[in-house]
T-cell receptor
Framework: DAGVIQSPRHEVTEMGQEVTLRCKPI?????LFWYRQTMMRGLELLIY????????DSGMPEDRFSAKMPNASFSTLKIQPSEPRDSAVYFC??????????FGQGTRLTVV | KNEVEQSPQNLTAQEGEFITINCSYS?????LHWLQQHPGGGIVSLFM???GKKKHGRLIATINIQEKHSSLHITASHPRDSAVYIC???????????FGAGTRLTVKP
C-alpha cells in the first residue's frame, strides 16, 4: 500500500478563496483523522470519521471549515472563505480500529 | 494546563549520547504514542504502548500508567535521529489523539 495520500502537498491561495484538501486513507482502515499543525498550537485534531461517519468535529475551528467522507477511500477538508490565520500544515491520518495511526505527508497551506 | 506535557522542549546532544525525552499526561488513556517528525514535516509513528516497555532498534519507550508518565530513550544517538519527537495520548472511550508540544532533538556529530 502507498500509505495515506494527501493532495496537494502545497497550496498557496488568496484570502477569501475556497480551499479543498484531499486525503486517501490506507485501504481497509476504518478511521480517518484530520489534524492541523501550527507553530503556535502544535498538532490539533480537527475532526475524525469512523466508517465514513463523522464522530467528533469539536476541533473544527468555525463554520468556514467543513469535512466530508463520501466513501471509505476519500475525504476532503474544505475551507471557505480562507483567511491568513488558516495557514498551517494539515495532516490526514488513518487507522484500523484503535491501532496506530499512519500519517500522510501533509498539505502546507499558505493563505495570503 | 495542557493534557500532555513534554520535556525538555529542546535538546542538543553529541553523537553517541544516551537521550531521554519525557511525557506526562493528566487524563485516563487507552494508549500513548511516540511520533517522530523530521524536517520536511512527515510524521512517523514510533511506538504505541499502553503498559510496560517496547524496544525497536536503538529506541526504547516506557510507560508508567499509575504515574501517568512515559519516556522515550535513544541509545547511541546519531545525527540522523535529529527530529521533533511528539508524545500523544488516546483518551479512554475516544480514538482521537491529544498531542504534546514536541521535543526538538539535535544530535551533533
Amino acid at each position: 500500500d502507498a500509505g495515506v495520500i494527501q493532495s496537494p502537498r502545497h497550496e498557496v491561495t488568496e484570502m477569501g478563496q475556497e480551499v479543498t484538501l484531499r486525503c486517501k486513507p490506507i485501504s481497509g482502515h476504518d478511521y480517518l483523522f484530520w489534524y492541523r499543525q501550527t507553530m503556535m498550537r502544535g498538532l490539533e485534531l480537527l475532526i475524525y470519521f469512523n466508517n465514513n461517519v463523522p464522530i467528533d468535529d469539536s476541533g473544527m475551528p468555525e463554520d468556514r471549515f467543513s469535512a466530508k467522507m463520501p466513501n471509505a477511500s476519500f475525504s476532503t477538508l474544505k475551507i471557505q472563505p480562507s483567511e491568513p490565520r488558516d495557514s498551517a500544515v494539515y495532516f490526514c491520518a488513518s487507522s484500523f480500529g484503535h491501532a496506530e495511526a499512519f500519517f500522510g505527508q501533509g498539505t502546507r497551506l499558505t493563505v495570503v | 494546563k495542557n493534557e500532555v506535557e513534554q520535556s525538555p522542549q529542546n535538546l542538543t546532544a553529541q553523537e553517541g549520547e544516551f537521550i531521554t525525552i519525557n511525557c506526562s499526561y493528566s487524563v485516563g488513556i487507552s494508549a500513548l504514542h511516540w511520533l517522530q517528525q523530521h524536517p520536511g514535516g512527515g510524521i512517523v509513528s514510533l511506538f504505541m504502548l499502553s503498559s510496560g516497555k517496547k524496544k525497536h532498534g536503538r529506541l526504547i519507550a516506557t510507560i508508567n500508567i499509575q504515574e501517568k508518565h512515559s519516556s522515550l530513550h535513544i541509545t547511541a544517538s546519531h545525527p540522523r535521529d535529529s527530529a521533533v519527537y511528539i508524545c500523544a495520548v488516546k483518551s479512554k472511550g475516544n480514538n482521537d489523539m491529544r498531542f504534546g508540544a514536541g521535543t526538538r532533538l539535535t544530535v551533533k556529530p
